[in-house]
């Protein structure tokens, strides 16, 4: 069974940082391309940023460049969102997705998504 469980959101001011986790099992995880997506109230599901299985791959929304890094540990098959100088407009359920295909994560196909994390920065 595949799982993929977010951690590390919560209330944070506008301004502060978070490291969002995402651990995953049930697949071989240097195989998968990962990818983090947000969805705010009453808003589509968007993409945050993406990395291929090799790590040597990061894409990012332009909403996000800048101030958040994807990373990975293979061996510990966890893939993690840093994200700094944070906004009020990143309120939203944040979820990581996995697929073998970096184009499919990029394009919100992933195969297995995880059940989300809310963060909320306030004002």
């Known amino acids: 069974q595949v799982q993929l469980v977010e951690s590390g959101g919560g209330l944070v001011q506008a301004g502060g940082s978070l490291r969002l986790s995402c651990a995953v099992s049930?697949?071989?995880?240097?195989?998968?391309?990962m990818g983090w997506f947000r969805q705010a109230p009453g808003k589509e599901r968007e993409f945050v940023a993406a990395?291929?299985?090799?790590?040597?791959?990061?894409y990012y929304a332009d909403s996000v460049k800048g101030r958040s890094t994807i990373s990975r540990d293979n061996a510990k098959s966890t893939v993690f969102l840093q994200m700094n100088s944070l906004k009020p407009e990143d309120t939203a359920v944040y979820y990581c997705?996995?697929?073998?295909?970096?184009?499919?994560?990029?394009?919100?196909?992933?195969?297995?998504w995880g059940q989300g994390t809310q963060v909320t920065v306030s004002s």
């Open positions: 049930g697949v071989t995880f240097s195989s998968y391309s």
């Open positions: 997705a996995a697929d073998r295909g970096l184009s499919s994560v990029r394009g919100g196909e992933a195969l297995y």
């Open positions: 990395i291929s299985w090799s790590g040597g791959g990061t």
